[in-house]
């Protein structure tokens, strides 16, 4: 099974602080990649997706860099109620998960 | 609408006991998946059903893992002679089909195995 890396933290930022956190692949054929979101003992749900084109949404924008086969995620002006772990999701059937990238952002 | 549930939420069970699982996917999701969660650990994947597929059971980590899905719906994942390492919850996640990506996931049974 084709694996995703994360660094696995935790990041502690004070509120308003952009953090970014990386995720690299090993699978170069990959087209299509997520971030899901997992709140402490509760289950993982999809944030956003990541193509070729990334994508932003608010304060989050997630990047895919092909050629060094990682996707990025910046989250801007961090919230208290952004603490939680950030899975990397690679697109295969079923999909891959990473072990997950811990936030903590402090008040 | 209804999203994904499973049952129970919690299980205390004593080593060697047989334990069932049970997902009730989103109604019309015809893929499934069984995932394991250790505490602080990443989600591995368990096995999937598409539709009347035979099942991926790739990620079973022995042979007391079994799994079955009736009627395309319902799944229930059953651990024989449960061991103290089969703590951890376990999660289940349905899609419209396999090549749709956002997975939704229910709450997690949380097994404890003394």
């Known amino acids: 099974r084709k694996e995703v890396e994360q660094d696995p933290g935790p990041f502690n930022v004070p509120e308003g602080a952009t953090v970014a956190f990386n995720c690299t692949y090993s699978n170069s054929a990959s087209q299509s990649f997520f971030w899901y979101r997992q709140d402490c003992r509760k289950e993982p749900k999809l944030l956003m997706s990541v193509y070729s084109s990334g994508n932003e949404d608010g304060r989050f924008t997630a990047q895919l860099n092909r050629a060094s086969q990682y996707i990025s995620l910046l989250i801007r002006d961090s919230k208290l109620s952004d603490s939680a772990t950030y899975l990397c999701v690679s697109e295969h059937t079923p999909l891959v998960f990473g072990k997950g990238t811990r936030l903590s952002v402090i008040a | ?114």
């Open chain 2, 1 to 114: 609408g209804a999203g994904v549930s499973q049952s129970p939420s919690n299980k205390v069970t004593e080593k060697g006991k047989d334990v069932e699982l049970r997902c009730d996917p989103i109604s019309g999701h015809t893929a499934l998946y069984w995932y394991r969660q250790s505490l602080g650990q990443g989600l591995e994947f368990l096995i999937y059903f598409q539709g009347n597929s035979a099942p991926d059971k790739s990620g079973l980590p022995s042979d007391r893992f079994s799994a079955e899905r009736t009627g395309g719906s319902v799944s229930t994942l059953t651990i024989q002679r449960t061991q103290q390492e089969d703590s951890a919850v376990y999660l289940c996640a349905s899609s419209l089909d396999s090549a749709a990506y956002e997975q939704y996931f229910g709450p997690g049974t949380r097994l404890t195995v003394t």
